[in-house]
């Protein structure tokens, strides 16, 4: 099931629930990490993968160049992000790696992990795992890295109606962008036309 052109979507709550315990049965801890602190902190891959291990301060918060607009900003982490950490910790010092520097999300190729190699992870490889993620789930709709920031954004808004937190997270210059990409329009239209009849 390719996902070649076409735009991926918000993951709904369901299917997050189903993706996190797979990879937890899975023991993938690694990319369970990415998508609890990508869906968290609405970061795209590129600053995601740029994240070392050192950077993060005993507050549990590190300082980003955002890809968006190229502006530092500091990011303090939730617990679940905290928590899904220091399991990835633990997991890479069972892997032989350092648990307090290198970069947070590597790129766990058998020769990376073999050599102890510290690599980023890579929008490729990360996009291949979503792939087979929606393959073995059977999710019905194509899911990729920007499906973090678009789950984020999606329910903050439904939570807040804060339209303009959203536009600014998300680098979103108008409301009817902001929406659009969150995902809104589309449940909105299902609901408008569900109870019209002509």
């Known amino acids: 099931m390719s996902q070649k052109g076409q735009e991926v979507k918000r993951i709904t709550k369901s299917d997050l629930k189903k ?8 023991q993938n801890i690694h990319l369970l990490t990415f998508i609890n602190v990508g869906i968290n902190t609405a970061l795209k891959i590129t600053e995601l993968s740029k994240m070392r291990l ?15 607009n190229q502006k530092k900003q500091t990011i303090k982490f939730n617990q679940l992000c905290i ?12 892997k032989g ?3 307090d520097e290198g970069y947070l999300f590597k790129s766990l190729s058998f020769h ?5 190699i510290d690599k980023p ?12 993620l929606r393959e073995v789930l059977d999710i019905p709709y194509p899911i990729g890295t920007q499906s973090l920031s678009k789950t984020w ?9 804060d339209i303009h937190l959203i536009m600014r997270v998300l680098n979103k ?4 962008e902001a929406l659009k990409y969150i995902g809104y329009y589309e449940e909105e239209e299902l609901l408008d036309f569900k109870d019209f009849e002509i």
């Open 19 to 26: 993706i996190r315990q797979y990879l937890l049965k899975k």
């Open 54 to 68: 050192e950077d993060i301060k005993s507050d549990w918060s590190i300082d980003i160049l955002s890809s968006r």
């Open 83 to 94: 928590d899904s950490i220091k399991q990835l910790k633990e997991f890479y010092k069972e």
């Open 97 to 99: 790696f350092s648990p």
């Open 112 to 116: 990376n992990i073999n050599q102890k």
């Open 121 to 132: 992870i890579t929008t490729n490889g990360v996009s291949r795992q979503f792939v087979k």
């Open 153 to 161: 954004g999606y329910y903050v808004y439904r939570e807040t109606k």
């Open 173 to 176: 210059n108008t409301t009817e």
